[in-house]
């Protein structure tokens, strides 16, 4: 066994390639194991290229609406193929830019599947066919995950999952989309702006469960305008294929649903499979999920798990977190556990959704008493000259005992560009800061973050516009 190293890392997607990086910066000597392509799900057949497609759709909406401006546009329809060829150049651009990243940081990158042994040795499968083992001193399993699928909906031809979506070169006429997450209402959103006539199929009461109702409610309206089926409190029971290439999907109750694709949208499964674990004693759920404690350390010493392979939240910002949290208690150095109550959420749908904290109903349920203040797009001057209006920002605040409010708990977005609007509530609620503190800062005008300035105002007593 002729390698050593302070650190290998198992998977290359973000939790992955932040904890190799991040520790290289530290001085420390890594190796990087990765069975595919570096950037994982998220950058290869994820975040990145749903985003792309996104944006893709957002141009087409932008075509369709430009004669409100005063501007004579027509299009004849959207290449999907070229949005395909755009999509791949982002992709690979941000894979080469990740690589030369491995060499300039001196990570040692090992293309094949890498297992662990006992006494934090790693056993590599390369992609050439040979197999090699590396000891280490430390190991972070990263190896990511996988989306699910259900019984009777076998992946291939016409029924898809993310993986196989974010590889169309062409538009589907009728498309259901079965899960109304977050997920599942990005790809309804990006498909229904590029002229699909699309379903969504959620066996919850209602699509975005979880989610502020006033925020969800504000996205269920949107998608009935963009004509939308969305289908709630229902059971899937089976597909069948039909002589011209459709798809029929039939139901407990009710008429069933022909459709071109179906895109299996129920979640992701931690990705344990491949990891050997052998002699060691590094512990995995019934779910699939590596057991850890609140610094991400698994039942062996020296052995860390993070990202989707662990069970919080399965966000690419959390992996970067937990890579940083892991290299920082396994050097032993000040390392503070993450409030994962508190990290940021973003739903990239048109309408965006973007959140950090509680829901009203989770803080009432947490046994606060909260005061709450909403503000609409429609009086924000930015939103009405973007044309954006649908949305709103809603905060949930503490009550004081003398009445007064206080400590702002959560912050709920939903409307134009939230995503990139969040930052501001995100810092408010994890700095436990109070509506007064805030409302100290003076917001740009006209922009669509004063909204989030107006609303804490008036949580003060004293408003400008409400």
Same mark, same amino acid.
């Given at each position: 066994?002729?390698?050593?190293?302070?650190?290998?890392?198992?998977?290359?997607?973000?939790?992955?390639?932040?904890?190799?990086?991040?520790?290289?910066?530290?001085?420390?000597?890594?190796?990087?194991?990765?069975?595919?392509?570096?950037?994982?799900?998220?950058?290869?057949?994820?975040?990145?290229?749903?985003?792309?497609?996104?944006?893709?759709?957002?141009?087409?909406?932008?075509?369709?609406?430009?004669?409100?401006?005063?501007?004579?546009?027509?299009?004849?329809?959207?290449?999907?193929?070229?949005?395909?060829?755009?999509?791949?150049?982002?992709?690979?651009?941000?894979?080469?830019?990740?690589?030369?990243?491995?060499?300039?940081?001196?990570?040692?990158?090992?293309?094949?599947?890498?297992?662990?042994?006992?006494?934090?040795?790693? %056993?590599?499968?390369?992609?050439?066919?040979?197999?090699?083992?590396?000891?280490?001193?430390?190991?972070?399993?990263?190896?990511?995950?996988?989306?699910?699928?259900?019984?009777?909906?076998?992946?291939?031809?016409?029924?898809?999952?993310?993986?196989?979506?974010?590889?169309? %070169?062409?538009?589907?006429?009728?498309?259901?989309?079965?899960?109304?997450?977050?997920?599942?209402?990005? &790809?309804?959103?990006?498909?229904?702006?590029?002229?699909?006539?699309?379903?969504?199929?959620?066996?919850?009461?209602?699509?975005?469960?979880?989610?502020?109702?006033?925020?969800?409610?504000?996205?269920?309206?949107? &998608?009935?305008?963009?004509?939308?089926?969305?289908?709630?409190?229902?059971?899937?029971?089976?597909?069948?294929?039909?002589?011209?290439?459709?798809?029929?999907?039939?139901?407990?109750?009710?008429?069933?649903?022909?459709?071109?694709?179906?895109?299996?949208?129920?979640?992701?499964?931690?990705?344990?499979?491949?990891?050997?674990?052998?002699?060691?004693?590094?512990?995995?759920?019934?779910?699939?999920?590596?057991?850890?404690?609140?610094?991400?350390?698994?039942?062996?010493?020296?052995?860390?798990?993070?990202?989707?392979?662990?069970?919080?939240?399965?966000?690419?910002?959390?992996?970067?977190?937990?890579?940083?949290?892991?290299?920082?208690?396994?050097?032993?150095?000040?390392?503070?556990?993450?409030?994962?109550?508190?990290?940021?959420?973003?739903?990239?749908?048109?309408?965006?959704?973007?959140?950090?904290?509680?829901?009203?109903?989770?803080?009432?349920?947490?046994?606060?008493?909260?005061?709450?203040?909403?503000?609409? &797009?429609?009086?924000?001057?930015?939103?009405?000259?973007?044309?954006?209006?649908?949305?709103?920002?809603?905060?949930?605040?503490?009550?004081?005992?003398?009445?007064?409010?206080?400590?702002?708990?959560?912050?709920?977005?939903?409307?134009?560009?939230?995503?990139?609007?969040?930052?501001?509530?995100?810092?408010?609620?994890?700095?436990?800061?109070?509506?007064?503190?805030?409302?100290?800062?003076?917001?740009?005008?006209?922009?669509?973050?004063?909204?989030?300035?107006?609303?804490?105002?008036?949580?003060?007593?004293?408003? &400008?516009?409400?």
């Amino acid at each position: 066994m002729a390698d050593q190293f302070d650190l290998v890392v198992i998977g290359g997607g973000p939790g992955g390639y932040a904890s190799a990086f991040y520790a290289a910066s530290c001085g420390m000597s890594v190796a990087l194991v990765e069975r595919d392509t570096i950037g994982g799900t998220c950058l290869n057949r994820g975040c990145i290229p749903a985003k792309a497609f996104l944006e893709t759709a957002a141009a087409n909406r932008h075509v369709a609406h430009a004669s409100e401006f005063g501007i004579n546009a027509t299009s004849s329809g959207v290449d999907f193929s070229v949005s395909q060829a755009r999509k791949a150049r982002i992709v690979d651009g941000l894979v080469k830019g990740l690589t030369g990243l491995t060499k300039s940081k001196k990570v040692t990158y090992l293309l094949g599947t890498g297992s662990l042994e006992a006494n934090r040795v790693v %056993n590599v499968q390369l992609a050439d066919g040979t197999a090699t083992k590396i000891q280490a001193t430390n190991v972070i399993l990263a190896s990511g995950s996988v989306p699910r699928t259900i019984k009777g909906f076998p992946i291939g031809g016409s029924i898809m999952t993310s993986d196989e979506v974010l590889m169309l %070169n062409t538009i589907p006429k009728r498309i259901a989309v079965i899960g109304g997450g977050a997920i599942g209402c990005e &790809f309804a959103s990006t498909f229904a702006d590029l002229g699909s006539q699309v379903s969504i199929l959620e066996g919850a009461p209602k699509i975005l469960p979880g989610l502020d109702p006033d925020v969800a409610n504000v996205v269920v309206k949107s &998608f009935t305008k963009k004509k939308i089926n969305i289908k709630t409190g229902i059971v899937v029971t089976g597909q069948s294929s039909l002589p011209d290439g459709s798809t029929q999907i039939t139901f407990a109750t009710g008429d069933p649903l022909i459709v071109d694709v179906v895109i299996m949208s129920i979640g992701r499964r931690a990705f344990s499979d491949a990891l050997g674990l052998s002699g060691t004693a590094v512990k995995v759920d019934d779910r699939g999920f590596v057991v850890v404690n609140d610094y991400c350390q698994t039942g062996e010493p020296g052995v860390y798990a993070i990202g989707d392979l662990i069970n919080t939240p399965q966000l690419a910002h959390v992996a970067y977190a937990e890579a940083i949290l892991s290299i920082k208690h396994l050097r032993g150095e000040n390392a503070t556990p993450i409030m994962y109550d508190r990290v940021p959420w973003a739903i990239y749908c048109h309408p965006e959704v973007a959140w950090a904290g509680p829901s009203e109903e989770q803080a009432r349920d947490a046994g606060h008493d909260v005061v709450v203040a909403k503000h609409q &797009f429609r009086a924000n001057s930015r939103a009405m000259i973007l044309g954006e209006i649908d949305g709103l920002v809603k905060v949930i605040a503490k009550k004081n005992t003398d009445g007064s409010v206080g400590q702002v708990l959560g912050v709920h977005m939903v409307g134009p560009w939230v995503t990139e609007q969040l930052a501001a509530g995100y810092l408010a609620v994890n700095w436990e800061a109070s509506v007064d503190e805030i409302a100290e800062f003076v917001m740009p005008h006209p922009s669509l973050s004063e909204l989030f300035g107006e609303t804490i105002l008036s949580l003060t007593g004293r408003s &400008f516009n409400a």
